[in-house]
C-alpha cells in the first residue's frame, strides 16, 4: 500500500537552530499538509498545499515556517529559528482529491522535534 | 475554541464487547467526518468516514453513526480486539476541494483480554 514516508524519524535541535523536515507524499496525490501534535494534545493543523502554493495556514503557521516542493516529490516543512514550544510531532499527510471516496487523508508516521 | 471534542479521555472494554466511541462538535459547516486510529510513535491511520448526509456507515468490525441535528457522532467496534487498543481521533472538515481536518482531543482505549 502507497506510503507518505518523513525523515528523519527524530530531530534534536538547539533553540534558535533552522530545522528543515521532509515528506515524501503519495506519488499521484494532489494536496499537501503539515499537522503537528504536541505532547498530550490534539494533533492541529498547520498548513495545507496545492498547485505549488500554501492553500491555508493556521495561526501557528507563523513567518518563522515555511513549506516547500522543491522538486515534484519531496514536500518540505522549515522553521527557521526554533523554539522551546515547537518541540512535537510533526505529520504530513496528503490526499489524491479531498472529494475522494473515503475523505481519507494519509498520514506520514512523523516527526518527533525536540528543541533544546 | 473546540470544535471537535471526545469529552472521554480513555475507554475500557473487554475483549469480545462492544466499545462505544464518542464525538461531538459545534461547527456547522463540516459535512465529512472521520475516525483516525493511533499507536505511539506512529502517524494517525484512517479508519472510516461518513458524510453528512449519511446517517451511518459500517465497515467490518467498524460502524460510524452520525446525528447531525445532535452535531453527534460514535465509533462503534464490535467484537473489540486486544489489536484495537490505541488513540482513536475523531476528525472533522467542511466541504470544499482542500478543505483542513480539525481533530479532537483523541481518546486512549484499552481492550482487556
Known amino acids: 500500500e502507497p506510503e507518505v514516508t518523513q525523515t528523519p524519524s527524530h530531530q534534536v535541535t538547539q533553540m534558535g537552530q533552522e530545522v528543515i523536515l521532509r515528506c515524501v507524499p503519495i506519488?499521484?496525490?494532489?494536496?499537501f499538509y503539515w499537522y503537528r501534535q504536541i505532547l498530550g494534545q490534539k494533533v492541529e493543523f498547520l498548513v495545507s498545499?496545492?498547485?505549488?502554493?500554501?492553500?491555508?495556514k493556521s495561526e501557528i503557521f507563523d513567518d518563522q515556517f515555511s513549506v516547500e516542493r522543491p522538486d515534484g516529490s519531496n514536500f518540505t516543512l522549515k522553521i527557521r529559528s526554533t523554539k522551546l514550544e515547537d518541540s512535537a510531532m510533526y505529520f504530513c499527510?496528503?490526499?489524491?482529491?479531498?472529494?475522494?471516496?473515503?475523505?481519507?487523508?494519509?498520514f506520514g508516521s512523523g516527526t518527533r522535534l525536540t528543541v533544546v | 475554541d473546540q470544535q471537535v471534542k471526545q469529552n472521554s479521555p480513555s475507554l475500557s472494554v473487554q475483549e469480545g464487547r462492544i466499545s462505544i466511541l464518542n464525538c461531538d462538535y459545534t461547527n456547522s459547516m463540516f459535512d465529512y467526518f472521520l475516525w483516525y486510529k493511533k499507536y505511539p510513535a506512529e502517524g494517525p491511520t484512517f479508519l472510516i468516514s461518513?458524510?453528512?448526509?449519511?446517517d451511518k456507515n459500517e465497515d467490518g468490525r467498524f460502524t460510524v453513526f452520525l446525528n447531525k441535528s445532535a452535531k453527534h457522532l460514535s465509533l462503534h467496534i464490535v467484537p473489540s480486539q486486544p489489536g484495537d487498543s490505541a488513540v482513536y481521533f475523531c476528525a472533522a472538515r467542511p466541504t470544499g476541494a482542500n478543505s483542513k481536518l480539525t481533530f479532537g482531543k483523541g481518546i486512549t482505549l484499552s481492550v482487556r483480554p
Open positions: 461518513i458524510s453528512s448526509i449519511k
Open positions: 498545499f496545492y498547485n505549488n502554493e500554501i492553500s491555508e
Open positions: 506519488s499521484n496525490h494532489l494536496y
Open positions: 499527510a496528503s490526499i489524491l482529491r479531498a472529494e475522494g471516496v473515503n475523505y481519507g487523508y494519509t
